[in-house]
């Protein structure tokens, strides 16, 4: 890795040093304010960045290929002989549900439903009518209750969340919303001062939506940004994104944030594991959040997790995204659109767009 130092009047000029050195790939692994003058006489404050870049990969040699040694004659092995395959009786799988519930069954089945105990209803239900749609309708109301209705979003909307969700582009799709749908004037605030690359991505993004856009290093500059848009109707909070399972990455929020007046939102990724989901909001559920989003349900064959991280956090879910186009590619959390979008994966029938 390569590590430098730099030095200037103010952090936008040092940020510019940086990316003209380093590229837009460079991380900040620290910044402070320091004091240059002799023996303490006539000193003025500079600030003082340490940035890295990974080096680029090692080149690999081409492998020469060894010389010939002259053959020498070996014993052949006696081959072992082989053993006859015993046949394997399969063993019956014990269904819970009748035949014609497969697609159900499989869905119960899943990490995300394994905890409900709705096998019991759904036989009655199935042996008193003889009605798909009955027992359809009945998982379809069960799953859409879980979902909460979301609240009006607060003066300030702050997202949240590990490396790799989406963070930077969702909130390029609200900017987005909320100016060219909503009709409300919309200001930028970015926190992300981690990766040069993230802020010159929603400095894009703002000059193609003509929405002003303001870089926090520390809370000091937080709060000026804030003030700067004061007649703002709505400010969208972009915040660095690191490792979850650093505690003191989570600590740090408290010490650089003023979450007043704050929708805070959670990003997952539904292409998580849902291990690290459930890692990852332990870690969060410290801050004041008030809902979750998920991203990224193009790139994976089902969505349930979604429901599993509802029940288990009892917060209501903002949006779904599911693509890269902005504004396009996000729709809201009603729960009605939620439970379809969430059946429409699982290929039933009723909710899948061939079906409508």
């Not at 460079?26 to 303490?40: C, D, H, T």
């Not at 080149?59 to 046949?87: F, G, M, S, W, Y």
């Not at 709060?223 to 909070?237: H, N």
């Not at 089902?302 to 995204?321: C, F, N």
Request: glycine content about 4%; hydrophobic content about 40%.
């Amino acid at each position: 890795m390569q590590i430098k130092k730099y030095t200037g009047k103010t952090m936008s000029e040092v940020m510019a040093k940086v990316k003209q050195d380093l590229g837009d790939e460079a991380v900040i692994l620290n910044s402070r304010q320091v004091k240059k003058g002799w023996f303490g006489l006539f000193a003025s404050q500079e600030v003082e960045v340490i940035a890295a870049l990974e080096k680029a990969p090692l080149t690999v040699k081409p492998r020469t290929e060894p010389k010939l040694q002259p053959k020498q004659a070996k014993a052949k092995p006696i081959p072992a002989p082989t053993p006859t395959p015993q046949p394997v009786t399969p063993v019956p799988e014990k269904r819970r549900l009748p035949a014609g519930l497969t697609h159900i069954e499989s869905l119960l089945a899943s990490e995300s439903f394994t905890n409900e105990s709705w096998e019991e209803r759904i036989n009655e239900l199935y042996y008193t009518t003889k009605s798909l749609e009955v027992v359809e309708q009945y998982v379809y109301d069960q799953i859409r209750s879980s979902f909460l209705p979301v609240p009006d979003a607060l003066r300030y909307v702050m997202l949240v969340g590990p490396t790799g969700v989406g963070k930077t582009t969702t909130l390029a799709k609200l900017a987005a919303h909320y100016k060219l749908d909503q009709g409300m004037s919309v200001g930028l605030i970015t926190t992300d001062t981690y990766r040069i690359a993230a802020i010159e991505q929603l400095k894009t993004y703002a000059e193609i939506l003509n929405i002003p856009v303001e870089v926090a290093y520390d809370f000091d500059d937080f709060k000026r940004a804030k003030q700067l848009f004061a007649r703002k109707d709505i400010v969208l909070i972009d915040t660095a994104g690191r490792n979850f399972r650093d505690e003191a990455y989570v600590e740090q929020f408290h010490n650089h944030h003023d979450f007043s007046e704050t929708s805070l939102s959670l990003v997952l990724s539904l292409t998580s594991k849902m291990k690290d989901m459930d890692l990852i909001y332990r870690q969060f559920e410290k801050l004041p959040l008030r809902s979750l989003i998920f991203t990224k349900a193009d790139e994976t064959s089902d969505i349930h997790a979604m429901y599993r991280m509802v029940r288990e956090s009892g917060l209501p879910v903002a949006w779904l995204t599911d693509g890269q186009e902005v504004p396009d590619d996000m729709v809201a959390g009603d729960p009605d659109i939620l439970t379809q979008k969430m059946l429409e994966k699982e290929g039933w029938t009723r909710w899948t767009k061939q079906g409508v």
